[in-house]
């Protein structure tokens, strides 16, 4: 089996390297599912290749090479992967089915928490209005889902940031984001080099909400601005006064976000013209993709070949 | 009473109650009113039940914390709150997002229209909306 074998596993270090700016220029709908996707496609190679490197270390083992037949000092002259590394692959691939499992089980129960919950609301209503001061919005996956908010906060905003709210939140449920998250994050549990890409995702369906939310409401500027009206009832307010703020708020968007949490970068999404499509970076990611997939192909062919060869040497 | 620890709200002879029993008890006095109730009320029917003496600030300071967990809903009548018990649809939807937050993977299934803020988003925040926060929201 030849080094290719170690591709698979080095692509989603440049995948998570390349999600956070991909997740923020992309047109959010197509990031969304393209990140989705890289993930799925980068932790099935990458487990191929931790299974063909235990399945190398394990044909080496004289009992197995004896029930197959094969001869053992050609497998270990053909093999570059050392039975080290094969021992490590089977660690990590065990480590990987456990992880998957326990998001599995963890998902399903909070998915079938969320239709239980969302059955037992009052039927018809769409919308849940929850008593109490607290701020709070969110939807809720279930059959059918449901907009939870509290009256504090349909109190707090005007007619058109209720609209752009709930415009927000379903298109959470009707583009049943939860299950793109769902999917990147147990692909990230497969190879948790993959988490970054798995996070990113977290945030394009954030953005693809925004952005449905401004094609619904035709204001780009509302959705931004019900954002940070939201996001600042709940935050701290600042120790100084306003007089500098209005300041650098004049001076423009010369503000980094280079380290900046999710709700500062959607703003400024929403406040930047609306994304395109831009294929140069479909193309980076989709040849990322094609060469983890060939290398784990190649890898594969090759420990075939060379269990053959060392059949047909003895 | 030596070993009793000095509980000024409730009665003489009384020992003191776990919080939460108290709550439960005036929930329970405002379920089975079946209308709204002032304070004041609930302390006569807390009284009417044998239970100890409660001061009419502590009557007020449970069913307020109540209202604040928004187990309680309350009106305005004359010059006190009446409170009665938040419907079942609307206190499921309020334990809802403890309940899924208490599991690991809440995240999966909420999608909540704003994640919370650190103190360095909030400014960076108000830069970028600059001019609206200026108006009243």
């Known amino acids: 089996m030849s080094a290719l074998v170690y591709l698979p596993l080095l692509v989603p270090v440049l995948a998570a390297a390349a999600a956070r700016p991909l997740a923020a220029r992309l047109e959010p709908r197509l990031a969304t599912w393209l990140l989705t996707a890289t993930t799925v496609a980068l932790a099935v190679f990458s487990t191929a290749a931790l299974a063909l490197m235990t399945a190398s270390a394990l044909a080496r083992s004289p009992l197995l090479a004896a029930l197959g037949d094969y001869s053992q000092p050609v497998l270990r002259r053909g093999d570059p992967v050392p039975a080290l590394a094969g021992m490590a692959a089977a660690l990590l691939l065990t480590a990987a089915a456990v992880a998957v499992a326990v998001v599995i089980r963890a998902r399903a129960r909070a998915l079938a928490e969320s239709y239980r919950r969302a059955a037992s609301m009052a039927p018809g209503g769409r919308v849940v209005v929850v008593p109490g001061h607290s701020i709070e919005a969110y939807a809720l996956p279930g059959s059918p889902g449901r907009i939870v908010v509290s009256g504090r906060l349909l109190d707090v905003l005007n007619d058109r940031g209720r609209a752009a709210l709930l415009a927000h939140e379903h298109a959470h449920l009707a583009g049943r984001h939860h299950l793109f998250t769902t999917v990147a994050h147990l692909a990230a549990a497969a190879n948790p080099l993959l988490l970054p890409v798995a996070r990113a995702v977290d945030y394009t369906v954030e953005r693809w909400a925004d952005e449905r939310a401004a094609a619904i409401t035709g204001d780009r500027r509302l959705v931004a601005s019900t954002i940070g009206q939201v996001a600042l009832l709940s935050a701290p307010r600042p120790a100084r006064p306003r007089a500098t703020l209005a300041m650098t708020g004049a001076r423009g968007r010369a503000v980094s976000l280079a380290w900046a949490g999710p709700v500062p970068r959607r703003v400024a999404a929403l406040l930047a013209p609306p994304p395109r499509r831009q294929l140069t970076l479909l193309a980076i990611v989709a040849i990322l993709i094609l060469t983890a997939g060939a290398s784990a192909a190649e890898a594969a062919r090759d420990l075939h070949a060379l269990l053959e060869f060392a059949q047909t040497a003895r | ?137």
């Open chain 2, 1 to 137: 009473m030596p070993d009793e620890e000095p509980a000024r709200d409730a009665g003489p002879g009384t020992p003191r109650r776990p919080p939460g029993a108290l709550e439960a008890e005036v929930m329970d006095v405002l379920r089975a009113a079946g209308a709204p109730l002032s304070p004041g009320q609930v302390r006569e029917r807390l009284a009417a039940r044998q239970l100890e003496e409660l001061s009419y600030s502590t009557v007020v300071t449970i069913v307020s914390r109540l209202h604040a967990k928004g187990l309680l809903e309350r009106e305005r009548t004359g010059r006190a709150f009446a409170y009665r018990p938040v419907d079942d649809a609307s206190l499921a939807a309020s334990q809802m997002r403890q309940a899924l937050q208490a599991g690991t993977d809440h995240g999966a299934v909420l999608s909540r229209f704003v994640s919370g803020l650190s103190g360095r988003d909030a400014r960076l925040l108000r830069q970028l909306l600059g001019e609206d926060e200026d108006q009243p929201g």
